[in-house]
């Protein structure tokens, strides 16, 4: 496990404007783990900026402990049969608190639930660059022969693809293939590390199965540009459908409705140029749900 802290619609409940400080009295009760504010801190500090204020520190603890959560789940899916199981603490809490879990006291999904549930798809691709000749692996938990497409594209930052390796791949039943990216790994060294990232993805006859995306160099690295969101909101009878898209990179991209609970059907995500997202918000009164409600914060504004 990895603590992170409540998003700050859930610290307002039990902590006031001039408790707002992981030191106050109050943050402190509520942090039951003798070195887990300075753990917390010197893992952030390692790959994130310094936050700009409190609610940026709440936020970036939620993207740190899913990130960190999300490379252990990676280890162990790749080194399928070696490990064929995982376990991650924790599900949820008991009271408001800083603590290990994925759902907050109030039922807020925080980014590690969204990042888990990904991890954990029956169909995973990983990358491995960190050294030595980078590496993917391919892995299957279906007990069914299943036919897919893996893509790794190196691109910009801002979207312009660079260098694109396509495999198709017959999968047997809880297979795994390794697989090795020479060639993507020399292209990526014509061009400076902060300013690309590699993104890879499963493709099947249904669509994406899964995709994510791996930055070469630490966030707090990363040639990130102050990106213009632009949403649509419609409501339906019992949900929400937003669709946002962005001309620059939203780096781990956070939605929410100040004063509502309910949860999107994505969130923490990044949002890259050109490529519009469909998220639904279910849980709340799509009455409530208007354009001009909506928030969000994302890496560059922290």
Same mark, same amino acid.
């Given at each position: 496990?990895?603590?992170?802290?409540p998003?700050?619609?859930?610290v307002?409940?039990?902590a006031?404007?001039?408790d707002?400080?992981?030191?106050?009295?109050?943050m402190?009760?509520?942090q039951?783990h003798p070195r887990?504010?300075g753990?917390?801190?010197a893992?952030?500090e390692?790959d994130y900026?310094?936050p700009k204020?409190?609610?940026?520190?709440?936020?970036?603890?939620?993207?740190?402990q899913?990130?960190?959560?999300?490379?252990?789940i990676e280890?162990?899916?790749g080194a399928? =049969?070696f490990?064929?199981c995982?376990?991650?603490?924790?599900?949820n809490d008991c009271? =408001?608190?800083?603590?290990?879990?994925?759902?907050?006291?109030?039922?807020?999904w925080?980014?590690?639930?969204?990042?888990?549930?990904?991890?954990?798809?029956d169909?995973?691709?990983?990358?491995?660059?960190e050294k030595g000749p980078?590496?993917?692996?391919?892995?299957?938990d279906? =007990?069914h022969r299943?036919?897919?497409?893996?893509?790794?594209e190196?691109?910009?930052?801002?979207?312009?693809?660079?260098?694109?390796h396509?495999?198709?791949?017959?999968?047997?039943?809880q297979?795994?293939?390794?697989?090795?990216l020479?060639?993507?790994q020399?292209e990526a060294?014509?061009y400076p590390?902060a300013?690309?990232?590699l993104?890879?993805?499963?493709?099947?006859g249904?669509?994406?199965?899964y995709r994510?995306?791996t930055?070469?160099?630490p966030?707090?690295?990363?040639e990130?540009?102050?990106?213009?969101?632009?949403w649509?909101?419609?409501?339906?009878t019992?949900?929400v459908?937003?669709?946002v898209?962005?001309n620059k990179?939203?780096?781990?991209?956070?939605?929410?409705l100040?004063?509502?609970?309910?949860?999107?059907s994505?969130?923490?995500f990044d949002?890259?140029p050109?490529e519009?997202?469909?998220?639904?918000?279910r849980g709340?009164d799509?009455k409530?749900?208007s354009?001009?409600r909506?928030r969000?914060?994302?890496i560059?504004?922290?």
């Open positions: 496990g990895f603590q992170s802290f998003v700050m619609e859930s307002q409940k039990y006031t404007r001039e707002w400080s992981i030191d106050s009295p109050v402190q009760l509520h039951k887990g504010n753990i917390i801190k893992y952030l390692a900026r310094s204020d409190f609610s940026s520190f709440l936020y970036l603890s939620q993207v740190l899913a990130e960190g959560i999300r490379l252990a280890a162990h899916r399928k =049969p490990c064929m995982t376990l991650y603490w924790q599900l009271w =408001p608190v800083a603590s290990w879990s994925g759902i907050d006291y109030y039922g807020r925080k980014a590690l639930h969204y990042a888990v549930r990904d991890a954990y798809r169909l995973f691709l990983v990358v491995r660059t980078w590496q993917s692996f391919l892995v299957s279906l =007990p299943y036919p897919v497409t893996c893509v790794w190196l691109t910009r930052l801002n979207g312009d693809i660079l260098y694109t396509t495999l198709r791949v017959d999968l047997a039943p297979e795994k293939q390794e697989f090795l020479s060639e993507l020399a060294r014509k590390a300013g690309v990232c993104r890879y993805r499963i493709e099947t249904e669509g994406v199965a994510h995306a930055y070469l160099v966030v707090r690295e990363l990130l540009e102050e990106p213009d969101l632009q649509n909101v419609h409501s339906g019992d949900s459908d937003i669709s898209s962005s990179l939203v780096k781990n991209l956070y939605l929410w100040p004063e509502e609970e309910g949860h999107f994505d969130n923490f949002l890259f050109g519009p997202r469909r998220i639904t918000l709340v799509p409530r749900c354009p001009e909506l969000w914060t994302s560059y504004q922290t």
